[in-house]
């Protein structure tokens, strides 16, 4: 498995007609959508590449999802449906009480943290993964189903999606 850099120009190499992928890459496996989902590091179907990892706050699993500028990833409706996805999983951290050190960084690194025995991994995730695709519809089920056991979450225009602490 590559080791992760982070800001390397190049050089980039072709992935199985995927969007160019920097050459420590070239090692990664392909994550399937319905396939199982462990911490690691991989490729995404939609050219991205996904790190689950746990975070720093022992409670949470830490999911990044790079996708190296691609414009194609960085569509307002993309955005704002991953910006969805972290209010979904930030809606399990504001009733248990935690703040962690990013419910939501947006562009091309986008990073999110996951309360343990909240949302499942591989239902988080995949939505993850639909958004790529441009489905929706997981994260909109996502978060509805935060809304129904933790309550509303905030929405867009209601503060900024990066929590401190």
Do not use: W
Request: with cysteine.
């Amino acid at each position: 498995m590559a080791i992760e850099h982070n800001g390397i120009a190049g050089p980039y190499f072709e992935y199985d007609g995927l969007p160019a992928q920097h050459v420590v890459d070239n090692d990664l496996p392909l994550i399937h959508p319905y396939g199982p989902v462990t911490p690691g590091r991989y490729v995404t179907p939609g050219g991205g590449r996904l790190t689950i990892r746990p975070a720093e706050m022992r409670a949470h699993v830490r999911i990044t999802l790079d996708h190296l500028g691609c414009p194609a990833q960085l569509t307002d409706d993309k955005n704002a449906a991953f910006k969805r996805l972290a209010l979904a999983a930030e809606g399990y951290c504001v009733q248990a009480g935690c703040r962690h050190r990013a419910a939501h960084s947006g562009g091309m690194l986008r990073i999110f943290e996951v309360r343990n025995g909240s949302i499942a991994l591989a239902a988080f995730v995949r939505a993850a993964l639909a958004v790529e695709l441009g489905d929706f519809g997981p994260t909109d089920r996502l978060l509805q189903e935060t809304e129904a056991q933790a309550g509303p979450v905030r929405r867009d225009g209601e503060g900024d999606l990066a929590s401190g602490g």
